[in-house]
Nanobody, 116 residues
């Protein structure tokens, strides 16, 4: 059974930074896409960022220029570096991975709160 374990959320002041991690239960070079969605109560949520196994990336419009997604195929981990955080970034962030032959697996989610 595939598993993703997330870490790195927390409380940060506006303008601050956090780095989220998403560790996969097995080797990730075969995983086509990894990324994060976010969901806040009352909000529709949406894609934050994703990265393919070739390294191509895509970002949600609201985070472009502030967030950077990367993946370390040796550590089987994806990272989301979040800089210049804003209160509207407050949400629960969910990591996902598209394992071949298994489909999409989700992490448990991690809360990010941006407040003074």
């Amino acid at each position: 059974q595939e598993e993703l374990v997330e870490s790195g959320g927390g409380l940060v002041q506006p303008g601050g930074s956090l780095r989220l991690s998403c560790a996969a239960s097995r080797s990730i070079p075969m995983i086509q896409n990894m990324g994060w969605y976010r969901q806040a109560p009352g909000n529709q949520g949406g894609l934050v960022a994703r990265i393919s196994n070739t390294g191509s990336t895509q970002y949600g419009d609201s985070v472009k220029g502030r967030f950077t997604i990367s993946r370390d195929n040796i550590r089987n981990t994806a990272y989301l570096q979040m800089n210049n955080l804003k209160p509207e970034d407050t949400s629960r962030y969910y990591c996902y991975a598209d394992f071949p032959g298994t489909g999409r697996t989700w992490g448990q989610g991690t809360q990010v709160t941006v407040a003074s």
